[in-house]
């Protein structure tokens, strides 16, 4: 299991509201620090990908379980 | 990281369903860290508008245009389905049910994430709509500015 400095719930939550709080969850760490994401939208593994991608921030993993989806990102 | 990238949504359209779609792509990209501006222009001007009656003077056209315009982005119609008004009620409960963010909070959290909103004056002027009656903290141009943004855009669109 990964390690992450901080946990942000977004289950529940329907675009564009897992990458807006992902945004702002990710301006509180500092460089190299993990954030995790929870998420049960099933266009967040998408969504987290290309926000990592295009923030410059490095998606570490990503794993699926029983409809939940969690992301490690980490700061750059 | 690398320059800040632009987004500029022309919002032409007084729909709910139309209107939420670019306050979705709006906080979506303000996320991804553009910098986004919202150019509101014809029907697009009533998701500024506040949802009460503001006292200003009007002549009788400008009075009519305001009677017949939904007051605010709550109670715009749907550009499919409306069904006289029973479309956005049930919507808004399917909207609910889903988690999904109604418009009104769409528009707060866009102005919070620091979305450029941007009323055309000229149709103000067509439309009969004045500064009073519209949201605080918006801004007031032409096709000048919104060209000045949207020509170093990278996302740039027409709802």
């Not at chain 1, 993990?34 to 794993?63: F, P, R, Y």
Request: with cysteine; glycine share 8%.
């Amino acid at each position: 299991m990964m390690k992450a400095n901080k946990v942000l719930d977004a289950t529940g939550l329907s675009c564009p509201m897992p990458i807006v709080k992902t945004k702002k969850a990710m301006n509180e760490l500092e460089p190299g620090q993990v954030l995790e994401v929870h998420s049960t939208d099933q266009g967040a593994k998408s969504d987290l990908t290309a926000w990592a991608k295009s923030s410059g921030n490095e998606l570490l993993d990503h794993k699926e379980d029983n409809g939940l989806l969690k992301f490690w990102i980490k700061k750059n | 990281m690398t320059e800040q990238k632009k987004t500029t949504i022309v919002l032409f359209s007084g729909d709910y369903d139309k209107v939420m779609a670019a306050y979705i792509i709006a906080n979506g990209a303000a996320a991804f860290d553009h910098e986004v501006t919202i150019f509101h222009t014809f029907w697009g001007l009533n998701a500024l508008r506040k949802d009460e009656n503001v006292p200003v003077k009007k002549g009788f056209m400008e009075k009519m245009f305001g009677k017949m315009m939904p007051r605010g982005a709550n109670k715009m119609g749907l550009s499919k389905m409306n069904f006289a008004g029973m479309g956005p009620k049930m919507i808004k409960d399917i909207i609910k049910k889903h988690n999904a963010v109604p418009l009104p909070q769409l528009i707060e959290m866009a102005q919070e994430q620091e979305v450029k909103l941007v009323a055309c004056t000229m149709t103000m002027d067509l439309l009969g709509l004045q500064k009073e009656e519209l949201l605080e903290d918006i801004e007031y141009a032409g096709v000048a500015a919104y060209l000045s943004d949207a020509q170093e855009g990278n996302v740039n669109l027409f709802i």
